[in-house]
């Protein structure tokens, strides 16, 4: 063992002055501080996810219109859901066309009919 090693075991640290003591009370409040802001800012992180998972956009049954009006004999041979639209693909008699509707008002916006050539 070295004389170094022995010094350092029997001696203990030599009190602080004032002034480091008070600096030493300043960064412990400081670094407490930081760490309730971190803290309270990881909540509010985590309830804003949670939140967003748990929140729905209303009632599901609202989103769509409940009945869609179509000319009597069509038959619905495809639907698909494109941003707030339905489009459907009828065929009455002899006849296909697409039928765009909104789903959440049941209103026909438009229809598109097939022309053989």
Do not use: C, W
Not at 17 to 29: I, N, S, T, V, Y
């Amino acid at each position: 063992m070295s004389h170094s090693d022995l010094r350092d075991e029997d001696q203990e640290e030599a009190p602080l002055d004032p002034a480091a003591q008070r600096l030493q009370a300043k960064l412990r409040r400081l670094l407490l501080g930081s760490s309730l802001i971190m803290f309270l800012g990881f909540i509010a992180v985590f309830a804003a996810i949670m939140y967003k998972i748990n929140a729905s956009g209303g009632n599901e049954a609202d989103r769509f219109a409940e009945t869609i009006e179509l000319a009597p004999g069509s038959e619905v041979q495809s639907a698909t859901l494109s941003d707030g639209v339905l489009v459907l693909l009828v065929r009455k008699e002899n006849a296909t066309s697409i039928v765009y509707v909104d789903a959440s008002t049941g209103a026909t916006l438009g229809t598109s009919g097939f022309v053989g050539r």
